[in-house]
Nanobody
């Protein structure tokens, strides 16, 4: 199984980025997917996740600014990030879990590699 995250970069505050995570080696439509982020010295934080039935959940700090979506035909999950703030700066990771509870417990079946997002003020 591979989860390939992309789309990170540097942006000014107020800007937007879209992260993508392409999955292979699994039946994507059967998996819940999530996006986490981590900054140095802090624990990895679950910021958004989406069930196999496309029900989405968000942590409070990103509600109204970030949107998670999935395209089962492309085996890809997206994170559209708008109105970015400097505090959104982090390494972002995607994850997959056959039971969405694994993502909620921060113990997914699979992790992708991280992609850096840097937001400057």
């Amino acid at each position: 199984v591979q989860l390939q995250a992309s789309g990170g970069g540097s942006v000014q505050a107020g800007g937007s980025l879209r992260l993508s995570c392409a999955a292979s080696g699994l039946t994507f439509s059967s998996y819940g997917m999530g996006w986490f982020r981590q900054t140095p010295g802090k624990e990895r934080e679950l910021i958004a996740h989406i069930t196999r039935n496309a029900v989405a959940y968000y942590t409070d700090s990103v509600k109204g600014r970030f949107t998670i979506s999935r395209d089962n035909a492309r085996n890809t999950v997206y994170l559209q990030m708008n109105s970015l703030k400097p505090e959104d700066t982090a390494v972002y990771y995607c994850a997959a879990d056959y039971d969405i509870l694994g993502i909620r417990r921060h113990q997914p079946d699979y992790w992708g590699q991280g992609t850096q997002v840097t937001v400057s003020s």
